[in-house]
């Protein structure tokens, strides 16, 4: 009788979930959304922008301004997927430096 041993390994990484939520320093308006749909359509994630019971796909720059968000909101950056961390930090930070 003989015995193998086999061990497998797998290159995958698991998709992760990240999310934060940011204090809007000004209004949501045209420029600051073109930003967020410029960044948010390089990453592979599914990222979401909740504000007020209203969650959007920030690549398109009219449903980001539709949330309607001004100056004080928190709004919430959640992504999911291989580089959801990254893209929560990178949207997250356009938000906060929105002018």
Do not use: C, K, W
């Amino acid at each position: 009788m003989s015995t193998s041993s086999e061990s497998t390994t797998t290159n995958a990484t698991i998709p992760s979930t990240h999310e934060t939520t940011v204090v809007l320093p000004a209004n949501l308006h045209a420029r600051p959304a073109g930003q967020l749909a410029r960044a948010a359509a390089i990453f592979t994630s599914a990222i979401q922008l909740e504000y007020a019971d209203r969650t959007v796909n920030p690549t398109g720059v009219l449903a980001v301004m539709g949330l309607g968000a001004t100056v004080g909101s928190t709004v919430t950056v959640r992504a999911e997927g291989h580089d959801a961390e990254q893209a929560v930090t990178t949207l997250a930070q356009i938000l906060s430096n929105a002018e």
